[in-house]
């Protein structure tokens, strides 16, 4: 049995791979410089050399080439882990994950299931430069037939990965790249986190803030914060796009009646207007204010000196908290 | 020794280590200069009677399908219906050269390489008639689903056949793609891929001469399809498309070599659609009659009724026993398309998910809710 001991997220989502990997063998890695160099990130560190370059395959660079040739491995049989260098990489692989990822399933009513994980390091706030920084969940969820997770703290990249590792439904994993070096106590033995499930971070009685991925930190952050101002806000982690956990969301929402959403990929049809939707047809009667956004500008990725200015940060978030003192 | 450690590593001289010398000869990868030809240039008596006879009857049965097929899109029993009619010859040999446990990934005008496989007729056609996606168990059949996006099949028909020379299996996977196919990222990609993981796998280009209106000559530039395997590192081999022995011939060679670890091969298959792309579209717009009348005369039943009656294997009884065999297939697609389909609404929620998300739920009171609305009504 491993004991607790403090990892960083990039840790916690290797341990996942290899216990993984250990338990099964029909999880298979591929992708880009997954295997001798260990993945740009070093998600897949050492793993090729204690399962084998079959396991841990090196891909030609060709992004629908690599999830194309894990949908055949699946077919047969396998459980393919894919990697996606970076976000806006993942976009060659679009027609093989919206047509056939997201969908093999239900053309084939179901006889021929397809249990992928396909992991996307996403976001912003590394200094990437251009096509480095994108946050794409809103094209993956809304594209029926994947799972759509996103964890932001360490035990969840562990116990979620394990848990989309296991899916027999393809998992799109979007991994919060400025979180990979945060740390924390990793217990690998309390094992996989159910898919699906929104988990309250902070307590809170005056508003929530509804968030996920890169965002929970700076959520939590702008929470201490609003304490002082004399606002007692609660920090809900979605933990989990699509399924969407509607039940959590709206329990939390009517036991305080004020809702932000925060994300930092662009606002204008991201899955914080679906929030924002989805809480105003169920919490209607609950809600003293408009459930509010704070979202990245609807801009390209900005270069990484100016990025600081289109993500979303504590202020933006305060400012959003004040606006909901009106009153109905 | 991994299954990828198949390609010689040892230094080129003359070249810095990591440089990239030339690897193969690609002498061998090049395809033939004429097309591969059994019919009308090879003595039939080599061949197995048996197997003559059998591509015959399949050829005569499939003409009878395309043809009826054609005519259930006229009666509006069928939504869509992309015939293969002049094509029969590549469809045929597709299904024949596969042994049962390899796959066969098709494109949506492959419904007779599918049938050929053993899929039920009727079970086939679900995806043009409109009733379901996929009525065939892939799995089952070792027949994926027919695709209709260009040749993103092909990266799949690879990673099968990668993951099952992983188990030690002697599966082979045979992609099916047509000209216009050549022209897509994935193909290019699923040849990449099929090479440098030395995949069991066959590519067959059925170049018909037009994607929809644009004939090849807009389509590529390179001397001939399968002249694009050589840069991949992979064989190429040119056949004519209408002629059943050498497709099958050059195919069933394709598939020996890929399942005793020879690699990948692209094989280009010379042949020509006789009817329009699919009954939506007007054939007359973008090419003349005088080339369609001569590939009628190039027509692969023609060819493989007189090899075979000139090689004394075929009598009139034998055409009349083959042509009341397509004739019962098609009465039998006639009578089960007239009848109603059983629609199930609720199906629109089930193998989303293996287990139905609550929105999906939600989704399903809702309908049975409309549903009973309309009942009251």
């Known amino acids: 049995m491993t004991p607790t001991r403090t990892a960083s997220m990039a840790q916690a989502l290797n341990s996942a791979l290899r216990d993984a990997m250990r338990e099964d063998r029909s999880v298979h890695l591929l992708g880009e410089d997954v295997g001798k160099l260990g993945g740009v990130f070093r998600i897949t560190d050492g793993l090729a050399a ?52 997201a969908k093999m399933r239900n053309r084939t009513a179901g006889k021929l299931p397809l249990p992928i994980t396909v992991r996307i390091p996403y976001g912003g706030g590394i200094g990437g430069v251009e096509h480095h920084s ?25 116990g979620l990965l394990r848990s989309s590792i296991a899916s027999d439904d393809p998992v799109v994993f979007l991994e919060p790249k400025r979180l990979y070096w945060s740390k924390a106590e990793l217990d690998q033995a309390a094992g996989s986190e159910p898919i699906g499930r929104a988990v309250l971070r902070r307590q809170g009685r005056s508003a929530v803030l509804i968030t996920y991925g890169p965002s929970l930190p700076v959520c939590l952050e702008a929470a201490e914060a609003a304490a002082a101002e004399g606002w007692d806000l609660a920090v809900l982690d979605l933990r989990t796009l699509v ?37 105003t047809e169920r919490c209607f009667h609950h809600l003293a204010a408009p459930v509010l956004r704070v979202t990245g500008f609807d801009i390209p990725f900005p270069p990484p000196m100016l990025e600081h200015h289109h993500l979303p940060g504590v202020d933006r978030i305060l400012d959003a908290v004040a606006k909901l003192q009106w009153e109905a | 020794m991994t299954v990828l450690d198949h390609r010689p590593t040892d230094p080129v001289p003359g070249w810095l280590p990591g440089a990239t010398a030339p690897r193969t000869d690609p002498a061998p990868l090049l395809p033939d200069a004429a097309p591969v030809r059994v019919l009308g240039a090879a003595d039939l008596a080599k061949y197995d009677p048996a197997l003559l006879l059998d591509l015959y ?216 659609r006789l009817e329009a792309h699919t009954n939506a579209d007007d054939a007359t717009r973008y090419r003349q009659d005088a080339e369609v009348t001569a590939w009628q005369e190039h027509d692969p039943l023609l060819l493989m009724e007189r090899q075979l009656r000139a090689a004394g294997l075929l009598d009139d009884a034998a055409v009349a026993r083959a042509t009341e065999e397509a004739e019962a297939l098609a009465a039998r697609m006639r009578t089960e398309f007239h009848a109603e389909p059983q629609l199930d609404p609720f199906s629109l929620f089930q193998h989303v998910y293996a287990e139905p998300t609550s929105q999906l739920l939600e989704q399903q009171a809702q309908l049975a809710a409309e549903l009973a609305a309309e009942d009251e009504r």
């Not at chain 1, 809702?259 to 991201?270: C, L, N, Q, Y």
């Not at chain 2, 039920?120 to 996606?133: F, S, V």
């Not at chain 2, 022995?245 to 069933?252: G, I, K, P, Q």
Request: glycine letters at 10%; a negative charge.
């Open chain 1, 134 to 158: 994108d946050s794409s969940e809103a094209y993956y969820a809304s594209t029926p037939g994947l799972h759509v997770v996103t964890p932001a703290t360490v035990q969840d990249a562990y």
């Open chain 2, 57 to 272: 009857r399949r050829l005569v049965a499939g003409r009878r399908y395309n043809q009826q097929a054609t005519t259930l899109t006229k009666q509006g029993r069928l939504a869509v219906y992309p015939s293969s009619t002049g094509q029969e010859a590549c469809q045929v040999a597709a299904a024949t050269v596969l042994a049962e446990d390899d796959w066969l990934f098709p494109s949506y005008r492959d419904t007779l390489a599918v049938v050929g496989r053993g899929v039920d007729p009727l079970e086939a056609l679900t995806l043009l008639r409109g009733n379901a996606h996929t009525g065939y168990d892939p799995k089952a059949t070792r027949t994926a689903p027919l695709c209709t996006p260009l040749a993103t099949q092909a990266p799949h028909a690879v990673g099968l056949a990668h993951a099952a020379r992983l188990a030690g299996d002697p599966t082979v996977a045979l992609a099916l793609l047509g000209d216009g196919g050549t022209s897509e990222g994935d193909f290019h990609e699923a040849l990449n891929f099929a090479a440098v993981l030395n995949a069991p796998v066959v590519f067959l280009v059925q170049n018909n001469g037009y994607a929809i209106s644009v004939p090849l000559t807009q389509q590529s530039a390179a001397p001939t399809l399968a002249h694009k395997a050589v840069g991949y590192g992979m064989r190429g081999r040119l056949v004519d498309g209408n002629d059943v022995v050498a497709v099958h011939e050059v195919l069933a060679e394709a598939v020996d070599r890929a399942r005793a670890g020879g690699g990948p091969t692209l094989v280009e298959a010379l042949t020509y």
């Open chain 1, 243 to 279: 399924p969407f956990d509607d039940a959590t969301v709206a329990q939390v929402v009517r036991s305080v009646g004020r809702a932000v959403v925060v994300h930092e990929a662009t606002g204008f049809g991201g899955v914080g207007a679906e929030i924002a939707a989805r809480v």
């Open chain 1, 50 to 101: 204690e399962f084998g370059a079959d396991r841990c395959l090196d891909t030609p660079l060709a992004e629908a080439g690599i999830l194309g040739t894990a949908i055949g491995m699946a077919m047969y049989g396998l459980r393919p882990v894919v990697e996606m260098q970076f976000d806006a990489f993942a976009y060659p692989a679009m027609e093989q994950l919206v047509s056939h990822l």
